[in-house]
């Protein structure tokens, strides 16, 4: 697609329960990244894929939390057992990878509330 | 942790002015530094980016100064309009460790028509 596609845009969850958030990069994007942004605050890194290279998790808060990425191509973060302060808007960014001149291509995030 | 800090957290600059947001990096290896610039509602998009083998470069009204040996750059929106509100953030990435993008904690603009 024309650009980095993120769903749902939007989710309202229970304290407890599991939730997948969904991202689709550009295609021929071979670097694809999640970061979490807290109300009002920056970005933190959680984690990053890099073909077919063990992913880098290193950002990832605790391991309620994990990601995939099939076929080099879509990715899924699943949260385990939510917790309120997982609330956040989740951005997924692609790029070509390595050390071009390459920014990254952001999702429009998906906005999740943990009630 | 490697970190990128970012000042001001918020500025309020008039139509026409010149807003300067200031970005500064530890002792590591850095060689790409971008900015992103995010309206509300969206995710962050790349505006303008320099290598630190530049001192400076232009884009329109956006100008990034690279300032090596202090370690700090900045951006300067010349010209400040309402429509450059929005969120700003600095950026860096190592040339190590895989790529991934190191972020300021951004900077919220207001241009006051």
């Known amino acids: 697609g024309a650009g980095v596609s993120q769903s749902p845009s939007n989710k309202v969850t229970e304290k407890g329960k599991d939730v997948e958030l969904r991202c689709d990069p550009i295609?021929?994007?071979?670097?694809l990244y999640w970061y979490r942004q807290s109300l009002g605050q920056g970005l933190e890194f959680l984690i990053y894929?890099?073909?077919?290279?063990?992913?880098?998790k290193s950002g990832l808060p605790s391991d309620r939390f994990s990601a995939e990425r099939t076929g080099g191509s879509v990715s899924t973060l699943t949260i385990q057992r939510t917790q309120q302060e997982d609330s956040a808007v989740y951005l997924c960014a692609s790029s070509l990878g390595g050390a071009g001149m390459d920014g990254y291509t952001f999702g429009s995030g998906t906005r999740l509330t943990v009630v | 942790q490697q970190q990128v800090k970012q000042s001001p957290q918020s500025l309020i600059v008039q139509k026409g002015g010149i807003s300067i947001i200031n970005c500064a990096y530890e002792?590591?290896?850095?060689?790409?530094f971008p900015w992103y610039q995010q309206f509300p509602g969206k995710g962050p998009a790349l505006l303008i980016a320099?290598?630190?083998?530049?001192s400076e470069k232009k884009e329109g009204r956006f100008t990034i100064s690279f300032n090596k040996s202090a370690k700090q750059f900045s951006l300067h929106i010349m010209d400040s309009q309402p429509g450059d509100s929005a969120t700003y953030f600095c950026a860096a990435r190592p040339n190590t460790g895989g790529f991934k993008t190191i972020f300021g904690a951004g900077t919220r603009l207001f241009v006051k028509a």
């Open positions: 002792n590591t290896a850095f060689d790409y």
């Open positions: 295609s021929g994007h071979t670097a």
């Open positions: 320099i290598r630190p083998d530049v």
């Open positions: 894929f890099q073909g077919n290279s063990a992913p880098d």
